[in-house]
């Protein structure tokens, strides 16, 4: 059911931002074309991680995978953020360090006991710090210096 929602909102997102004209596309229609083309590409590799991932046999190969299909959504969860405008990408960064660092450390603490949920939750909050910081260098654009 949430990979049907999933779905049918970046179809949404990916529509609305190719519709819009060519001659004034602005930077948020292009952020929201992004939007949908990650979030289906999350559609693509979570329904790839049910279908065929599980027969791989390296255990470093699908935890790897797990890493990248979630770090993938958060990507669109931050573009998601952005476009929307729920937060800016500056406090979206804060947010997305500090879950970073208190996830890393309640690892840590707990001496490693569960891989899973530590690579879901590395994943997604490194992909809402990665693009908060590129959403932040295109905000500003840099001045030309004479």
């Known amino acids: 059911m949430l990979l049907l929602v999933i779905t049918f909102g970046s179809l949404f997102f990916l529509?609305?931002?190719?519709?819009?004209?060519?001659?004034?596309?602005?930077?948020?229609?292009?952020?929201?074309?992004?939007?949908?083309?990650?979030?289906?590409?999350?559609?693509?590799?979570?329904?790839?991680?049910?279908?065929?991932?599980?027969?791989?046999?390296?255990?470093?190969?699908?935890?790897?995978?797990?890493?990248?299909?979630?770090?993938v959504g958060g990507v669109a969860v931050a573009m998601l953020v952005c476009v929307i405008r729920l937060l800016k990408p500056k406090a979206l960064l804060i947010a997305s360090t500090a879950l970073l660092i208190v996830t890393n450390i309640l690892w840590i603490t707990r001496r490693g006991s569960a891989i899973p949920p530590f690579c879901l939750a590395n994943g997604l909050f490194s992909g809402l710090l990665i693009t908060s910081l590129i959403l932040i260098c295109f905000e500003h654009p840099r001045r030309q210096e004479l």
């Open 15 to 71: 529509i609305s931002g190719l519709r819009g004209r060519k001659t004034s596309r602005n930077r948020t229609s292009t952020l929201e074309a992004l939007t949908g083309l990650v979030g289906l590409l999350y559609v693509g590799l979570d329904l790839y991680w049910h279908g065929d991932v599980t027969f791989w046999k390296s255990r470093a190969v699908v935890i790897a995978y797990y890493v990248a299909w979630h770090f």
